[in-house]
C-alpha cells in the first residue's frame, strides 16, 4: 500500500471553488479498485490550506489514478487556483496492514 499526502494551498477566494472540484475528484477517485481512501481536508485557521489524504493499494494504483478523466478534469480545473505547486509526501503504511480496513 502507498499514501500520499497532498499539501495544496489555494489562492485566496478560490477555496470554495477548489473545494467543490476538489469532492468531484473525490466522489471518481473512491470508485477506483486501486484507491483505498481518498480524504479531503481543510486545515483550521488556514482557509486555503487544503491536504488530500490518498491510500492505494499499489504503485500501479497511483499511476492508473492519473490517468482518471477524473483526475485530468480536476488537475486543469484547479491549477489556476493554486498559490503555488502541490506539495506531495509518499509514506509506507505501518498499520493498517490489511488494505480492508482502510475502506469504510
Known amino acids: ?39 479531503v481536508l481543510q486545515v483550521e485557521g488556514q482557509p ?13 494504483a497511483t499511476l492508473d489514478h492519473k490517468e482518471t478523466p477524473h483526475y485530468k478534469a480536476w488537475r486543469e480545473a484547479v491549477e489556476p487556483m493554486m498559490a503555488g505547486p502541490r506539495a506531495s509526501t509518499a509514506c509506507s503504511v505501518v498499520a493498517p496492514e490489511d488494505p480492508g480496513e482502510w475502506r469504510p
Open 1 to 39: 500500500m502507498i499514501v500520499r499526502i497532498i499539501d495544496v494551498y489555494v489562492r485566496e477566494g478560490d477555496e470554495k471553488a477548489f473545494r467543490a472540484e476538489t469532492l468531484s475528484n473525490r466522489e471518481g477517485s473512491i470508485r477506483e479498485a486501486g484507491v483505498l481512501r481518498f480524504d
Open 48 to 60: 486555503g490550506h487544503f491536504v488530500l489524504f490518498e491510500v492505494y493499494r499499489d504503485e500501479q
